[in-house]
């Protein structure tokens, strides 16, 4: 009996801060919609500047750019409309669809970001007469229940299903299956694939990779020379190749994690470290405050232009110390981090076990033999001193759960580590 093909939709919400937001201002009685009107949602003047966070599609005619400062974008249209986020109505609003999403249609779904999910339609495609008429039953029903617009993108994984649902806007269902990629992505810019910044399509370019196609044709082992892992991994893109699942909503539920967007863009890997250790401090802090140890340890990046990255790794055994969780946070960073500045950071842990429970223990984890003892020498320098053993994981644990129990005291600055 053949497998069934993989079907993976991703669910994009059309501007979603100001559709949002216009909802909600027409409810309260305002007669103007925003998303006819050149309007932007502006963002927080004491810490961001005004950074413009979505924008209307009229908007979009005079050049605006989400990302750029608000000063810029009302040079651009002197008469904009500007409005502040309201981020608990976005929550509300994120959390209504993806109930509606996970009760009519499937559970299995991956909810990437406020406005964007992943769903699993394998297991449920037998309903329907085709992948494509449930988007656009999906988004009717959004539509309907809601008020606002989504972009419903279909492929076989995850990246192609990514960069359909970024085709045509508003309101539109595409498809780009693998059989379509030479024709509907490879003549795209290379500026266009999914992680792909600012930074690296101008380096692309100036290598002489223009468009999508020349990316996936190119050497492999040449982008890793110009781009280290992340040259292979825009390879991969490019030529459609993805083996992430799609994570369900409760599998990612079951960790704790910590993160923080930065008053100011960081450019500057010692920096980065600093708050990532800052970052495990917190996690740590609440994994050892619930008994559990973590298996899985992920790194997110934000950049300045509001584009993501992530990366994980499993630790040699489960892990609950602040060292330990940093050390595998920097790591990660190390390998991910392609130099453009900063916005947010974000440690996340998962697979967590309880404490108490049995450990698969490394290598690494076992106690060294001693060593046989050395018959002196009968003359010459005396030998050298051992070297001073480092302090042991339950010294360690010990001294995370005192600074813990300092700061809940009396507050999180109460008490720093040196670096």
């Not at 249209?77 to 500007?82: H, S, Y």
């Not at 996690?283 to 584009?307: C, P």
Request: charged share 25%; proline share 7%; glycine share 6%.
């Amino acid at each position: 009996m053949a497998q069934q093909k993989q079907i993976i939709f991703h669910i994009d919400v059309n501007s979603a801060y100001l559709s949002w937001t216009a909802l909600e201002k027409l409810k309260t009685g305002s007669g103007i919609d925003l998303r006819t009107i050149p309007s932007i949602i502006g963002g927080d003047e004491k810490s961001r500047h005004g950074v413009v966070l979505a924008k209307s599609i009229p908007a979009k005619k005079y050049g605006i750019q989400t990302g750029e400062p608000v000063a810029a974008a009302l040079r651009k249209c002197p008469g904009l409309v500007m409005e502040p986020p309201d981020h608990k109505l976005y929550r509300r609003y994120s959390r209504a669809m993806i109930k509606l999403l996970s009760e009519e249609f499937s559970p299995e779904l991956e909810q990437v970001s406020i406005d964007e999910c992943y769903m699993d339609f394998t297991s449920v495609s037998h309903r329907y007469a085709s992948p494509e008429e449930a988007a656009g039953l999906i988004r009717d029903r959004i539509f309907e229940s809601f008020g606002f617009t989504v972009n419903v993108g279909i492929s076989t994984v995850k990246v192609l299903a990514k960069m359909a649902s970024d085709f045509e806007k508003p309101g539109k269902v595409h498809t780009l299956y693998p059989e379509e990629i030479a024709v509907k992505m490879w003549p795209l810019p290379v500026s266009d694939l999914f992680m792909v910044g600012r930074r690296s399509a101008s380096k692309l370019e100036s290598l002489g990779l223009r468009t999508i196609g020349d990316l996936a044709r190119s050497d492999p082992s040449f982008l890793t020379t110009h781009f280290k892992r992340h040259g292979k991994l825009m390879w991969e893109y490019a030529n459609g190749i993805d083996p992430s699942p799609v994570v369900t909503v409760k599998q990612e539920a079951k960790g704790v994690g910590s993160s923080t967007t930065l008053s100011e863009d960081v450019t500057d890997a010692a920096r980065a470290k600093e708050i990532l250790y800052s970052l495990a401090e917190s996690v740590a802090g609440r994994l050892q405050s619930a008994g559990q140890l973590a298996g899985t340890i992920t790194v997110e990046i934000k950049y300045f232009d509001f584009t993501k990255a992530s990366h994980q790794t499993q630790a040699l055994s489960p892990v609950n110390s602040a060292d330990e969780i940093c050390r595998l946070a920097c790591s990660l960073f190390d390998e991910l981090w392609d130099g453009r500045p900063v916005r947010l950071l974000g440690i996340r842990s998962s697979r967590l076990t309880a404490e108490d429970g049995p450990v698969q223990l490394s290598i690494f984890d076992l106690p060294a033999a001693p060593a046989a003892p050395k018959r002196q020498a009968p003359s010459g320098p005396s030998p050298e001193k051992p070297k001073p053993a480092g302090p042991s994981p339950e010294k360690l644990k010990k001294l995370d759960a005192a600074m813990d129990k300092i700061r809940r005291k009396y507050g999180e600055n109460a008490v720093h580590r040196g670096t």
